[in-house]
Structure formats: structure tokens, C-alpha cells
């Protein structure tokens, strides 16, 4: 099996259409993601880190990671440049370059949706993973206050 560039100075006009149109869709499918995770840790896990020290009670360790990660990246935000940087020019322009067997069309419409797929599930996985960090102390105040919160009731 061999791999060719797919933008080789042979390759067709349409090819190079189809690559440019696949980094773009990337560029938007990383963009919007990196958007709403900037807002949640310089907005909301800051809120969510001062409603929590009136708990007085320990944070489940998902919580504990996600508000030093918050904080890693609101202290150091200008470090976080650079890195997303090489997210934005790297990850969608990688999967893209190669096209397995022979390159044709087929099959770079094949590898753009898979690079589509791969981002999005990604974004929501993370996504995913920062609502229950933020809500499991939530949920154990809750059943600490109701007594247990037991599924039998009062």
C-alpha cells in the first residue's frame, strides 16, 4: 500500500479544491469548540471555583483537575498560543495529507468526513467531560442536603 501526496504538482484542480474545502470545514470545527472552551475557563469554572470553597468539603478528583487546568490556562494564557496555533494548522491539515491506497476523489471525501467525524466527537467529549466535572460536587451537596438523597424518598 502506498501513500501519495494528495496536493502533488500532478495532482488534479479538483483535489486541491477538495483539500482547501476540507481544511476550512476543520478550521470552523476546531474554532467553535476552542471558542466555547476559552469562555468555560476564563468564565464559568472561575464562578464554579468560588461556589465550591464555600462547600468546605472535599472536590471529587474530576473537579480538582479541571479547576487547575482552568487555572493553568487562565495564568498562563499566553502560553496556550502557540499551542493553539499548531492545533490550528496541524490537526486539520495532517489526516488530509495522505489519502491511503490510490488518491482519487472517493477517497478524499472519505478521509474529510472522517477528519470532520474525528474533531467533532472530539469537541464533545471534552465538552462532555467539563459539565460532569463541574457538576459532581454539585450533586453530592445535593444529596448531603437532602440526607443521602436515598431513592426511597424523605
Known amino acids: 500500500m502506498t501513500t501519495e501526496p494528495v496536493l502533488s504538482y500532478n495532482a488534479p484542480p479538483s483535489m486541491a479544491k477538495q483539500f482547501v474545502q476540507t481544511y476550512i470545514w476543520s478550521l470552523i470545527l476546531i474554532f467553535f469548540p476552542t471558542v466555547i472552551f ?78 470532520r467525524a474525528v474533531i467533532l466527537l472530539m469537541s464533545i467529549l471534552l465538552l462532555g467531560i467539563v459539565v460532569v466535572a463541574l457538576m459532581l460536587p454539585l450533586v453530592k451537596l445535593i444529596q448531603s442536603v437532602s440526607g443521602g438523597g436515598g431513592a426511597g424518598g424523605p
Open 38 to 115: 476559552a469562555c468555560i475557563f476564563f468564565f464559568v469554572v472561575p464562578k464554579f471555583r468560588e461556589i465550591f470553597k464555600d462547600f468546605r468539603t472535599s472536590l471529587p478528583l474530576m473537579t480538582q483537575w479541571l479547576l487547575e487546568v482552568s487555572g493553568i490556562i487562565v495564568e498562563y494564557w499566553f502560553a496556550t498560543i502557540p499551542l493553539l496555533l499548531l492545533l490550528i494548522v496541524a490537526v486539520p491539515i495532517l489526516p488530509a495529507l495522505y489519502v491511503s491506497a490510490a488518491p482519487g476523489e472517493a477517497s478524499l471525501r472519505k478521509r474529510r468526513r472522517q477528519v
